[in-house]
């Protein structure tokens, strides 16, 4: 097995820190949408 360059590796935990954060911002967008639509219903 190969030992990959450190550039290609730090690019390739850069893409997976970017799809961490994206997954985050979806789920607090839509959790925020939720309660938006919680508080509508209730009041």
């Known amino acids: 097995m190969k030992r990959k360059k450190p550039s290609e590796m730090s690019m390739q935990e850069l893409l997976k820190a970017q799809k961490t954060t994206n997954i ?10 939720l309660l938006f639509f919680i508080i509508l219903f209730l009041f």
């Open 24 to 33: 985050v911002i979806v789920f607090l967008v839509s959790a925020s949408l």
